[in-house]
């Protein structure tokens, strides 16, 4: 059974050398970097995030981001996967339909790009109540033909002709731009969860790190990601030093953990 849970950056680790190739060329299409580093950026440029499991692996990451135009609220909703997920289509497609349903309450309406390539997007979203709004020939990093998607939420409009014509009249969503000092905590995050043996090397970039970070000018939606993603090195960092490793009682490690949350607490408020 498919267990659905808030998303961890950890997770993109896991999940990055199992991705589907049609979502890691979407990924990059968004943001050349390695897929971990593209997931974890997709989890900071969401509202909210989730993971999908099963049996204790993280089959896929999903999530929405808010935003207004025209007045409306638009959620724009993404969904990255290994190809185990698809095999589950029966359950898929029952559940991602509650799941939408729900997401689709906080919006006027959901919104999107997916790569016109990428068929398994393209039937899941179909069976998940989306519309299709338009092709684009060229889009992304890569050029490649995307087709934009929609639903409206029927509670708040008895019919989507206003808001088809709004999404019409914008330009097509494009992922937002990750601050240089949050980059640079994905990378190290990256290389820790992946190896823990990394631990050494982490401490030594966060000095630096911290400072960015605390003088970096980050929007809400990018200071809340960076707190969990500080929370989470944190508690890696925490576990290494009471394993055998470079990180020995006596080393600096608990302070630097003490310090990756003090800058945490500050980027909250």
């Known amino acids: ?33 390695p897929a971990d580093a593209g997931l974890m950026y997709c989890l900071l440029d969401s509202d909210r995030a989730f993971a999908i499991d099963e049996g204790g692996r993280t089959l896929a990451l999903w999530g929405v981001a808010g935003g207004l135009a025209g007045g409306l609220e638009l959620g724009v909703p993404w969904l990255l996967a290994a190809p185990g997920l698809f095999r589950r289509k029966r359950e898929l497609v029952v559940r991602s339909r ?54 409206v939420n029927a509670r708040r409009h008895s019919t989507d002709v206003a808001v088809r014509e709004l999404l019409l009249a914008r330009a097509a969503p494009a992922p937002a731009g990750i601050a240089a000092p949050l980059a640079r905590a994905v990378l190290l995050a990256c290389g820790l969860f992946a190896d823990r043996g990394r631990a050494a090397a982490v401490l030594d970039e966060l000095p630096g790190l911290l400072l960015d970070l605390e003088g970096a000018t980050l929007r809400p939606r990018k200071r809340r990601g960076a707190v969990t993603l500080l929370g989470e090195l944190a508690t890696v960092l925490a576990a290494a030093e009471t394993a055998p490793s470079p990180l020995a009682a006596g080393s600096p490690a608990r302070a630097w953990c003490r310090a990756l949350l003090e800058v945490a607490e500050v980027l909250a408020l």
């Open 1 to 33: 059974m498919l267990v659905i849970r808030p998303a961890r950056f950890a997770d993109a680790v896991q999940l990055a050398p199992g991705l589907r190739l049609e979502d890691t060329l979407e990924l990059f299409a968004a943001w050349p970097v």
């Open 98 to 151: 509650r799941w939408i349903d729900r997401l689709l309450l906080d919006y006027d309406a959901l919104t999107n790009l997916t790569d016109a390539g990428n068929l398994t997007h393209l039937r899941w979203l179909d069976r998940c109540g989306f519309r299709w709004l338009r092709d684009h020939a060229a889009h992304g990093r890569l050029g490649r033909a995307y087709r934009e998607f929609y639903r």
